[in-house]
């Protein structure tokens, strides 16, 4: 009997684990790309809501700011500069979300595959508190 022999002919055990590992990991990766999902439709329609929100409350101040004789210029000025900035941000959180759904998905995605986790970066100690560290006399 040679090597590929054997591994061929593995212990049924070891061979069911292995796949119920392997099917554990595949059910698992659906299963996070699924909430992903729903967690991303929930993200898109909420968000949606609160741009019409937004949209509603920007335009009604907008009218009470050019109605009102007491309210400034530079009032209206902020008013309008007030609205285009949540605007601005709201459009750049949601930038951001999907770009974290994006990756997280595509993580998940490498995990169904069984490509290997990344793994993170080691932190370095800074060159300069290395040398200090060397430098400095024991007691």
């Not at 609160?50 to 101040?61: A, C, D, I, P, S």
């Not at 050019?66 to 309008?80: F, H, K, L, T």
């Amino acid at each position: 009997m040679t090597t590929s022999d054997s591994s061929e002919k593995m212990n049924p055990a070891r061979r069911a684990a292995e796949w119920t590992r392997e099917a554990g990991r595949t059910r698992t990766a659906d299963m996070a790309l699924g909430m992903i999902e729903l967690q991303r439709k929930t993200f898109v329609a909420s968000l949606r809501g609160v741009g019409k929100l937004q949209e509603q409350t920007g335009k009604m101040l907008h009218k009470v700011a050019q109605n009102a004789s007491w309210v400034p210029d530079e009032g209206r000025q902020v008013v309008d500069e007030w609205t285009k900035a949540t605007s601005r941000g709201r459009e750049d959180f949601q930038k951001t979300m999907e770009k974290s759904f994006d990756l997280l998905s595509h993580y998940f995605r490498r995990v169904k595959k069984g490509a290997p986790a990344a793994k993170p970066a080691a932190k370095r100690k800074p060159r300069a508190a290395a040398k200090k560290k060397a430098a400095a006399p024991e007691s």
